[in-house]
């Protein structure tokens, strides 16, 4: 999985919230917005299970459209 800029602890602590650089990210961002975890938690569960049994050396882009 390759996300982009998802907020959780690191990128708070970061000051990356609430600042131009999230504006400038948001901004490039098709879908207009900096993740959250529950936009990434689906595929990191499909890759855990026996689902993904088949898929080997792929990225799975999950950024909001970057």
Known sequence: ???G???MEGI???G???SD???QVEALTPLGRIGQPQDIAPAAVFFT???SAW???ETLHIAGGI
């Open 49 to 51: 299970s026996s689902d």
């Open 12 to 14: 708070q602590a970061a």
């Open 5 to 7: 800029i998802v907020e």
């Open 21 to 23: 650089y999230q504006k």
């Open 16 to 18: 990356v919230i609430g």
């Open 1 to 3: 999985m390759n996300p």
């Open 55 to 57: 898929i080997t050396g």
